[in-house]
């Protein structure tokens, strides 16, 4: 059976940066939670960020140019916290390699997670296309990255 990674937020694990959760995970969700295919991850507490944490944006651009060095991602202290996105993606990749998993939820606009939409940078909420720092990392690996309103074309493949 295959597995799929989910973003621990939208599983309503407390660990977003503001120390909440995203919302109820869905009928679907709730089906592959009792078949045993999920597996969770939150990449930022995984790196060792703490919750809460200052939210953080890719400084103008998105997930792979972070992975190639050309962007940073920088909290709204002025902080550079690349190498724990970086760091919290391999994670994510790792956990994915372990399990064989070949799909992922996870949650759109994070500057880890977004899988099509982040914010610009500038923490004005200012929503750009793109992708955050471990959906980049998963999806140059192969690995097909969905958001939380995309579970149907997820489950098509879950179910091939
Ligand atoms: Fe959720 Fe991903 Fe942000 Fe963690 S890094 S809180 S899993 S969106």
């Known amino acids: 059976m295959k597995k799929v990674l989910i973003s621990a937020c939208l599983l309503g694990n407390k660990v977003r940066y503001d120390g909440g959760s995203l919302a109820g995970s ?34 103008g651009g998105e997930g792979g140019q972070v992975l190639s060095g050309k962007v940073t991602v920088i909290d709204n202290n002025g902080e550079d916290v690349t190498e724990m996105f970086l760091t919290g993606a391999n994670n994510a990749l ?25 914010y610009n940078g500038d923490f004005s909420g200012t929503k750009i296309d793109g992708t955050g720092v471990t959906a980049a990392l998963l999806i140059s690996n192969g690995i097909k990255v969905f958001s939380q309103y995309q579970l149907a074309e997820a489950s098509q493949l879950l179910q091939q």
Do not use: D, T
């Open 26 to 59: 869905g009928k679907l969700i709730s089906e592959w939670i009792a078949e045993g295919r999920v597996i969770s991850i939150c990449p930022e507490v995984s790196a060792g960020m703490s919750i809460p944490r200052a939210p953080a944006e890719i400084s």
């Open 94 to 118: 790792s956990l994915c390699k372990v399990h064989g998993i070949e799909v992922a939820i996870l949650a759109e606009l994070s500057p880890s997670c977004g899988s099509s939409s982040i």
